[in-house]
C-alpha cells in the first residue's frame, strides 16, 4: 500500500475503525471475521440470499477519494489504481479473504504437491485455462505470460514492482496453455506476486514505440470480467460487461468508478445514494455513527493491513539504547490514542502483521501502560533527569522530533497525546509535519527523520515477507534497495529472512516468521500502536460485496457483486 | 494602435517566460517530487525508484530541466502527464470545458445580479435596500467558500433533496441538458457568491462617480426622465470601470474554482491543478500555469480594447 497515497487527503489515519472486544476475537481467523461480517448484513453470499441475474443487468457505482489514472498495471501505479485493475484485468490466480489462492488465469495453482513447482522451489510449470479471450476477442495464451515477465525485467520499462520477477529465467513455452520457467534461486513470496500481477495483451503492447506512455492506457484491453468504456478524466471511469469473461459473472451491466476528492463529499454522496459503494479511503470515524443508522445501507469496519507505528530511527544516538526505545512503548497510552482520538475502532497489535496473516503471532507479550515502569528502566540505563525535566545520558539528551503528514488532524492528536504521555517519563518530543510529498522523499527514504508517526503495511500482498523494512541489507541511508529506513540490523532477523524466503513449506516459513516477530518486539525498530480498519459502506441490496484484507482495493470482486431485487 | 499591440505582446512575452521560469524553480525546489508517492508501495525498491527517476529524467540538472521543458514548449510541445502520461495539451484540454461551464454561468449570475444590485443602490443612496445590499456582500466576502459549498450541498441536497450533491451529471445518467443545467445550479451560485458581492459593490461607487457628475445635473436640468438618465446617461459610462474589473477577476474566478470543484467533484481545472500539485506532476502543473497566465494576459488585454472601443476618449498608445 501506499500510506503516502493515503495520506493525500490528510485522513489516512482517520480512516481507522475497530471492532469491539468480542467481534476482535472473531477477527483472530478470518474465516470467523467472514462469518461475523456475514449474515446480518448480507455482506456475504449467504444460502437464502437473492440469485443472481442470468445475464448482466444494472449498475453498480464506486466511489473513491483518490482517482486511478495509471491504466496499465505492470506500470509503476498507487493502490487506488488497483480498484480497476480487478475488474478489468486478470492475474494467473487471485487471493480470497482467507489468504488462499485461487486459480483465475490458471486451469490449477502449481504447488510442490501436483508438481507444478519443484520441490527446491526453482522450477516452475503453468497451466492456463484453454478458454481465455481478451476483451478484443484475441486469445489468450502462454504467449503473452512470457511477454509480460520479460516486459517486466525490461531495464527500461518503467515497472511498479520488480521483486521476484527479475529471478526468472529460460521462459519455455510448451504449448498455448503452457510454460516452464527456471527460478535463479528459490523465492516463497514469488506466488504471492503472481496474484497482484495483472497482465496485458502481448499482441497489442508489442506494437507500441513507447514503452512507458502506450497508447494501450487510452483504452485498455484486458481479460477481466468488465471491458473498458470511456474515461472522464477527474470525474470517473465506466466500465461494462465482457460476456465473453471466463469466471463468474459479471452480473452488473456497468461498474463506475467515481473519483471524488474529499472525504466528507465522499461520504455525502453514499447518504445522497449517488454512489453505491465507499471504497478508500472509506467513512471517516467521525461519521461512523451517523452512517450505521442511515437505511438501506451496509455500513463495517473492515480489517487493512496496514499498522500504525512509531518509526523510530534506530541509526541515532538516542534512539540507539534499547532501554530508551522501551521505555517509551511502556509510556505510550496506546488506549487513549485507540478509544479517544480513533473512536475506538482500530485494534491493538503488538506485531508488524496483520491479525489475519498466516504468520501472525499471537503470542507475543502484551503492551502496558507503565510510565512508573518506564521511569525505572530509564533511571536504571542511566537516563538521569534534569532540572529542566529532560532526561539526558553521556552528554545525550532524551529529546527527538517525530513527524507525520501534514493536515491528518486524527494523526496530529495523537501525536500531541504521545508527547504528554512522553513528557512525563522525561523524554522531549517535538513536532514537524511535513507534506507527504516531503514526509515521503529523501527524508524517509534516507532516514533524516529522528521519529515518525507511520502506517505501514509491510507484507508483499498476502505473504509475509518483510525484508525490505528489516534487513541490514535494505538500508536506503547506508546505500541499500530497500525501505529500512528506520536502520535496524539485527543478524537474526536477517537469517530468519533468509530463510523464510527461501523455503517453500509453510511450516518452517511460519516458524521462521513467528520468532521474526518475536525479536522486532523486543528489539522495537518500530513501537507498534495498532493494525488498520476502514469503514466501508454499501447499499444493504448489493449482494456480493466480500471485503479482503488481503488486497488493496474491495471491489476485488466486482464480478460476482449484482442487485436483490 | 498597431504600435500598442506590439509592445503589449513583447511585454506579454517576458512575464511569460519570467512565470515560466520562477515557477519550474520553486516547483522543483519544493522538496519531495512525483516519485515521493511510491516511497511505500510495498514491493517497489529504492533502486526501483532510482531507475525510475533516471528514465523519466527527473535525476538531471535543474536548469538542464528547464531548458529541455522550455525548448520543447517553444516547438509546441508541453510535455506529457506523470500521472495518466496523456499530452498536457489533451489533459487540460479534457478539463476545460467544465470549468468554462462553471465559471461563464458563474459570472452571468455575477454581472447580472451584481449590476443590478449596484445601481439600484446607489441610485436610493443608504436606504434600506442598500444597507442590506451593503452587509450583504461584506458577508458573502468573509464567508468561507468551502464551508458555504457543503452548506449548500447540505441544505439543498441531503436535507430538501432539491439538488444533486454534486457531479456535473448524473453517472451513468444520459447526460439531458436539464440533467447538465441541475447540476450547475449549486456551483454556479456558490462561486458567483463572492463575485456578486464584488460586482455590486464595484458597480454601485462607479454609478455614484457618475450620478455626480455635471452632465448628469444638466440632463436632469433639461427635464429628462429619471430612467432615461439612468439608463442612457449614466449606466453606460458607469460600466466602463466595470470592463476592466472583468479582466482583473479572472484570477479570483480561476482560484474560487478550486474549491468550487473540490466540494461539488467538478472535473474542471481546479481540480486538476490541485491533485497535479500533490502528487507533483510538473508537466502538467506547468501547464496550467502557462495557461492561467496566457489567460489573465488575454483577459486584461481584451479589457482594454473594450474600454477603446466603449470610451472614444481613451487612445491606445
Redesign the interface.
Known sequence: ?????KD?TGLRGASILKPSRRQLLALGASAGFLTWLGPQRGWIDAAHAATPPAKPTG?A?VGLSQ?P???HPLL?H??VDEAVYFNLFSALWRVDPKGAFQPDLVAEIPTVENGGISADGLNWRIKLKDNVKWHDGTPFTADDVKFNIELIQN??F???????HELVRDIKIVSPTELTWRMEKAYAPYPA?LSWTFLVPKHILEKEADL???AF??SPVGTGPFKWVER?????I?LAAHDGYHGDGPYLE?L?V?????M??LY??F??G??DYIGLQGITPDHYEEAKGLADRAVMPVPQPFIENIAVNVGLPVFKDKAVREALYYGMDKKSVIEQIYYGLPSETESFLPKQSWAFNPDLPKHEFDPEKAKKILDEAGWALGSDGVRAKDGVRLEFVNSTTAGNHVREQAQQLLQQNWADIGAKMTINN????????????QSKFESAMVG??????PDPDAT?FFSSR?I?AKG????NTTQFENPEVDGLLAEGAKTVDLEKRKAAYRKMQEVTRAELPYLPIFQYAMVSGVKAKLEGFTPNVNVQENCWNANTWYWAT | MVRFFIGRLAQSLVLLVLVSAIGFAVLHL????PL??????????????A??AH??GLDRPLPVQYWEWFSRLLAGDWG??Y????PVLA?IG??LP?TLELMVAAILIAVVIGISVGIMGAVRRYSIFDTLATVGAMVALSIPTFWFG?IT??VF??KL?WL?????AT??GGGSILDYLHHLIAPALVLALVEVAVWSRYMRSSMLDVINQDYIRTARAKGLPERTILLHHAFRNALLPMITLAGLELPSLLGGALVTE????W??MG??F??SL?Y?DYPVVMGILMFSAILVLLGNLLADLLCAVADPRIRLT
Open positions: 500500500m501506499t500510506e503516502h497515497s493525500k449498475q457505482i482517482e489514472t495509471v491504466f509503476v498507487i493502490e531495464p527500461k518503467i515497472a511498479g514492482r520488480r521483486a521476484g506476486i512507458n506512455k502506450p492506457t487510452t472522464v478524466p477527474g470525474d470517473h465506466t456497468r463506475i467515481k473519483y471524488i476528492p474529499d466528507t463529499v455525502t454522496q447518504q445522497t449517488d454512489i511535513l507534506p507527504p510529498a516531503v514526509m515521503w522523499g529523501d527524508f524517509w527514504m505501514i503495511g509491510f507484507m508483499i500482498g525490505d535494505s536506503g541499500g534497495s530497500g525501505q | 519544493a522538496p519531495g517530487g515521493s508517492q511510491f516511497a511505500l508501495v510495498p514491493g517497489l525498491s529504492q533502486a526501483d525508484i531507475r525510475i528514465e523519466m506529457r502527464s500521472r495518466d502520461s496523456q489533459v479534457s478539463r467544465a457543503l450541498i447540505y441536497a441531503v433533496q444533486p450533491a454534486g457531479n456535473r453517472i451513468g473540490t466540494v461539488f467533484t472535473p474542471g481540480r486538476l490541485l491533485d500533490g507533483r
